[in-house]
């Protein structure tokens, strides 16, 4: 019987790459796992005691789809202490993951044979869901001099002008950020073209200098996506939200009830503490700080070509054009011949990705030096 097109989409290599992680460990061989972009400290305490309470007096049921209103003023207060902007609770809707988000918001903001426009390299979850959903993924090729992210120039030569674009600062995989300047500028050059500006806001909370502008300072009509999986280190827990313009609220909202029916209960319940997890949080930004103090001393002390210095976000993009044409098959060979996962350069960008490994170093520091005296070890 059939099967759909719409269904024929890439896997994501960084999970392929986990699983055979799995099975090697589970063979009783020693794996340093820098392929996945999961913190690996775990949920923080104050939102585990969030969700015991909720647990014993809470009623677990379907929430409002558009998530509990108690939630949605809290990452409301969030805008204005994190960013100093004020945003009306009404905007914000919770999901399932900001993986549901997009779903959400692309359906909502774009038909099928629209153009969406992204950077190479990118999450390839964005790409993915536009084949799954129709939409045309428009490429825009930016390199180490731009720092893997758009210019105004860039997004300018795209003819014909797209129906959106994807932006994420900092950026996965490359970790890099639009600074400030440059991405109010892009935020005003879509408005003022209609270009309806997608910014994934995910990592904000994990940078090593600079913190990262929510695009929200620089306009209204552009939606953003984030989430509870990465600073706040809640991925098992599925919830992020959206901050939409007004006029995508209700379309947002038919769609969440239709998909969804509510984000999980028990979630929305324990993130409501999350916000007070600071402390322990931003413990957690140190030892991501120090993990990537390390990288990027040993790789290319071991052999590894140049990569940007990632701003933000846990991860290293390093060019292994000098090691290899083909980061699938090095990849299989570093986890098999060194015990390191890292997940191949193919899942972000099609073409150049084979050129490129993406190492992630949100795990335990011990693993992350372990793993730098096997690359070296490996490479000499
Ligand atoms: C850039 C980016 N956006 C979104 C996500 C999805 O996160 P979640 O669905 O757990 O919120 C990820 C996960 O790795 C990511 O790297």
Known sequence: MKVSKRADVPPFFAMEVLRMANTKAAGGDTVFRLEAGEPGSGTPRGVLEAAHAALDRAHLGYTESLGLPALRQRIARH???????????????????SSGGFILAFLAAFDAGDRLALVDPSYPAYRN?????????????????????????????????????????????????????????????????????????????ITYGERAETVLKFSDRAIVTNGFSKYFAMTGWRLGWLVLPTELIRPVERLA????????????????????????????????????????????????????????????????????????????????????????????????????????????????????????????
């Open 129 to 205: 869901m536009c084949a799954a959903l129709g939409i045309n993924v428009v490429r825009i090729p930016a390199g180490i001099t731009e720092r893997f992210q758009p210019t105004v120039e860039l997004v300018d030569s795209l003819d014909p002008v797209p129906e959106g674009m994807i932006i994420a600062s900092p950026s996965n995989p490359t970790g890099t950020l639009i600074e400030r300047s440059r991405l109010k500028a892009i935020a005003e050059h879509a408005e003022a073209r209609g270009i309806r500006l997608v910014s994934d806001e995910i990592y904000h909370g």
């Open 79 to 97: 805008y204005l202490d994190y960013y100093g902007v004020t945003v009306a609770p009404e905007r914000i809707i919770v999901t399932t993951g």
């Open 257 to 380: 009830q239709n998909f969804f029916i509510s984000p999980p209960a028990i979630a929305q319940f324990a993130a409501l503490a999350a916000f007070d997890c600071s402390a322990e949080l931003d413990a957690n930004v140190e030892r991501y700080a120090r993990n990537r103090a390390l990288l990027m001393k040993t790789l290319p002390e071991a052999g590894f070509g140049e990569f940007a210095p990632c701003d933000g976000a846990f991860y290293i993009y390093a060019d292994v054009s000098r090691l290899t044409n083909d980061s699938e098959e090095f990849c299989q060979r570093m986890l098999h011949e060194a015990g390191v996962a890292a997940t191949p350069g193919i899942d972000f960008d099609r073409e150049r990705g084979r050129h490129f490994v993406r190492f992630s170093f949100a795990g335990p520091s011990e693993q992350i030096e372990a793993a730098c005296d096997a690359l070296k070890r490996w490479l000499r």
